[in-house]
């Protein structure tokens, strides 16, 4: 199982963004998906996620400005992130967490920089 996040960059304050991350392995359909995300010198936190039926969470950092969706045809999770502030700067990784499994899986991390 391997999970590829895309998508990260160096955007200015009030700019988007969008972050793929493209799951091998066949595991998608049966996967929880989440976007995490750690800033310098902080903890990874959760961002957002969606389940295999499309519900979706969000922290209350970004709800309102940031979306998640998933392209089950494509095994590819997004996070479509609007409005973006300098305190968004960040590593974002995706998770996967397959259901009736014992064993979850992290992407590779990309950097996304909101410079003010």
């Known amino acids: 199982v391997q999970l590829q996040a895309s998508g990260g960059g160096l955007v200015q304050t009030g700019g988007s ?3 793929s991350c493209t ?3 066949r ?3 049966i996967s929880a998906m989440s976007w995490y995300r750690q ?4 903890q990874r936190e959760l961002v957002a996620s969606i389940t295999t039926g499309d519900r979706t ?3 209350d950092s970004v709800k309102g ?3 998640i969706s ?3 045809a494509k095994d590819t999770v997004y996070l479509q992130m609007n409005s973006l502030k300098p305190e968004d700067t960040a590593v974002y990784y995706c998770y996967a967490a397959p259901k009736f499994s014992p064993n979850n899986y992290w ?3 990309t950097l996304v920089t909101v410079s003010s």
Do not use: E, H, W
């Open 17 to 19: 963004l969008r972050l």
């Open 23 to 25: 799951v091998s392995g």
């Open 27 to 29: 595991i998608f359909s």
């Open 39 to 42: 800033a310098p010198g902080k």
């Open 57 to 59: 969470d969000y922290s």
């Open 65 to 67: 400005r940031f979306t």
């Open 70 to 72: 998933r392209d089950n």
């Open 107 to 109: 992407g590779q991390g």
